[in-house]
């Protein structure tokens, strides 16, 4: 991608005090919804230029290139942000599983029946996805 887009693309975000913005990453074809992850100026582009997905990672302070110790890697099909620019949407094709507790995605707590409840089992162990 071209650096004037992605100039374009960050001219419409509104970074948080710490420079970041939330990303959602939506399963481009069935529309479930994988993770939340942060991006900032340097992410963005690396997702623009590169058509994988990169995020930053708080914990670490670094750039965080989904799938690099994992394998489970997220290639970008569609970035879009929304009206306010504060918010991200990333539709990609997941490879294999989005959580690093080996789940789909990250979103398996619900509340069930007035009781808190996972909802969706395990895929891969973690001990398997990172050694």
């Given at each position: 991608?071209?650096?004037?887009?992605?100039?374009?693309?960050?001219?419409?975000?509104?970074?948080?005090?710490?420079?970041?913005?939330?990303?959602?990453?939506?399963?481009?074809?069935?529309?479930?919804?994988l993770m939340?992850?942060?991006?900032?100026?340097?992410?963005?582009?690396?997702?623009?230029?590169?058509?994988?997905?990169?995020?930053?990672?708080?914990?670490?302070?670094?750039?965080?290139?989904?799938?690099?110790?994992?394998?489970?890697?997220?290639?970008?099909?569609?970035?879009?942000?929304?009206?306010?620019?504060?918010?991200?949407?990333?539709?990609?094709?997941?490879?294999?599983?989005?959580?690093?507790?080996?789940?789909?995605?990250?979103?398996?707590?619900?509340?069930?029946?007035?009781?808190?409840?996972?909802?969706?089992?395990?895929?891969?162990?973690?001990?398997?996805?990172?050694?």
């Amino acid at each position: 991608m071209t650096t004037e887009i992605a100039s374009a693309v960050l001219a419409g975000m509104k970074f948080n005090a710490d420079g970041l913005v939330p990303a959602i990453a939506q399963q481009h074809d069935t529309g479930e919804v994988l993770m939340m992850a942060w991006m900032n100026e340097d992410s963005i582009r690396e997702t623009l230029d590169t058509g994988t997905v990169c995020y930053w990672s708080r914990s670490r302070s670094k750039l965080w290139r989904k799938g690099e110790s994992s394998g489970q890697t997220q290639k970008l099909i569609d970035f879009r942000w929304d009206c306010d620019g504060d918010t991200i949407l990333l539709m990609v094709d997941q490879a294999g599983v989005a959580c690093h507790t080996g789940r789909r995605n990250c979103f398996f707590y619900a509340v069930r029946d007035g009781d808190v409840a996972e909802i969706a089992e395990v895929e891969i162990d973690p001990k398997d996805l990172y050694g």
